[in-house]
Structure formats: C-alpha cells, structure tokens
C-alpha cells in the first residue's frame, strides 16, 4: 500500500507565478489536510477537505490560496500569484477517517521556493 | 486556539544515554500524536496516545499523557545516532480534525 504522495518534491517559481501543489492520499483514505511549514518552524493546518468537499479552511489565507479533492484525482492546492513569502514546505495528510479517530499519514512534502 | 509547545527546543545527548521531550497544550482534546521529522523530510508518525490514556509503549518510545495537566512527554530510551531529527507532538481538538503542531524538539545524538 502506497504511502501519501506528493509532487513535485521541489517547485521553483518566480514571484507572480502560479505553484500547483498535488497530494495522492493513501488508498482508501477520503480524508486529505494540508500544512505548510516554515524554516526552523512546526506545521500550520491550512486546510481539510473530503471529496469534492472543503470541510475546514481555517487556515487558509484569504487571498490566492485554494484548494480542492476532485471526485477523482488528486488534490490540488494552489497558489496564484506567488510572493517569497510563500516559499516553504507543504505537507499533504490523509486519514481513512475522522483525524479523532486515527492518525494522520504525511506525505514527503513539496518544497516550493519563490524566487 | 490551542498550541501544542515542545520543551526544551533543543537537546543534544550521548548516544546511549535516554532522551526526555515535553509537550503541553491549552485545550481539551481526543489524542495527541508525536512524529518525527528528519532534516529537510517529511513526517514520519511514532505514536497516538488517545485522551482516556496515561502511558503507551512502542519499542524504545513510551508516551505519557496527563491531561489534567494538559501535558505529555516522549522518552526515547538507549538513544541511537539515527535517532537525531526533530520532534513534533502535535493535538487535535474536540471537535475538529486538523492537527495542532508545536514548535518542535531538535534533538542531536552524539556519537
């Protein structure tokens, strides 16, 4: 069984561009979060969507951020319009079921720097 | 909202000698979690630790939660130069289903 995927593992874009960050969660999971990390920093939710669903997106900025799970495909989060501050690490999670029930299964991240 | 927070936020040991990380946070929750983060890689989960628990056990890890206190602590024991990453607990409330991550433990294991 798969872990969760993501990719690309490092993404590189001048500011003004637009990062498309994917996450395959693992099979039989319909739960999908995503976190974003700073340097030296712990994870900081930003989003948690089931199919076709956005469930909680608490923690995500108000502008050029979104998000989606498809009924088929992965998820996608995207950012438009990138700014340096954007550069970071983003981890994709999934759980087969409520997060209070089970734990969460992190993928190796994407890293994405804005030049 | 409640914010897991590691203590000490750095520790380097022997190897061989145990190594003690806390974790407090703020709120009530369903189960506290600890991963481990390799530099520059992804999280790879160590334990659950569900709110009606006190102590859990897996291989040289045993947990401990006390929620009276809203606290907890990883002890690693016998620790191994592989051990050296850093450590995160992290919450999830009543409720909600994200995960509340704290500031991280770098711990160093010298050789």
């Known amino acids: 069984n798969a872990g969760v995927m993501q990719n690309p593992r490092h993404l590189v874009r001048r500011r003004g561009q637009e990062a498309r960050l994917r996450c395959s969660p693992m099979?039989?999971?319909?739960?999908v979060y995503w976190y974003r990390q700073l340097p030296e920093e712990g994870l900081k939710f930003m989003v948690y969507?089931?199919?076709?669903?956005?469930?909680?997106e608490s923690g995500m900025p108000k502008e050029r951020f979104s998000a989606e799970f498809p009924k088929e495909g992965p998820s996608i989060l995207r950012i438009q319009q990138v700014v340096r501050g954007d550069s970071a690490a983003y981890f994709c999670?999934?759980?087969?079921?409520?997060?209070?029930?089970?734990?969460?299964?992190f993928g190796p991240g994407t890293r994405l720097t804005v030049l | 909202s409640q914010q897991g927070e590691e203590d000490p936020q750095a520790l380097s040991i022997q190897e061989g000698e145990n190594a003690t990380m806390n974790c407090s946070y703020k709120?009530?929750?369903?189960?506290l979690q600890w991963y481990r983060q390799n530099s520059g890689r992804g999280l790879v989960h160590l334990i659950l630790?569900?709110?009606?628990?006190r102590e859990k056990h897996s291989g040289r890890l045993r947990v401990t939660l006390d929620t009276s206190k809203k606290s907890s602590s990883l002890l690693i024991t016998a620790s191994r130069a592989a051990d050296t990453a850093s450590y995160f607990c992290?919450?999830?409330?009543?409720?909600?289903?994200?995960?509340?991550f704290g500031q991280g433990t770098r711990l160093t294991i010298n050789p």
């Open positions: 999670a999934s759980s087969p079921q409520l997060a209070g029930m089970n734990e969460q299964f």
């Open positions: 099979k039989g999971h319909s739960h």
């Open positions: 969507l089931q199919k076709e669903n956005i469930i909680d």
């Open positions: 709120t009530s929750i369903n189960n």
């Open positions: 630790i569900r709110s009606n628990e």
């Open positions: 992290a919450t999830d409330e009543e409720g909600a289903q994200k995960l509340v």
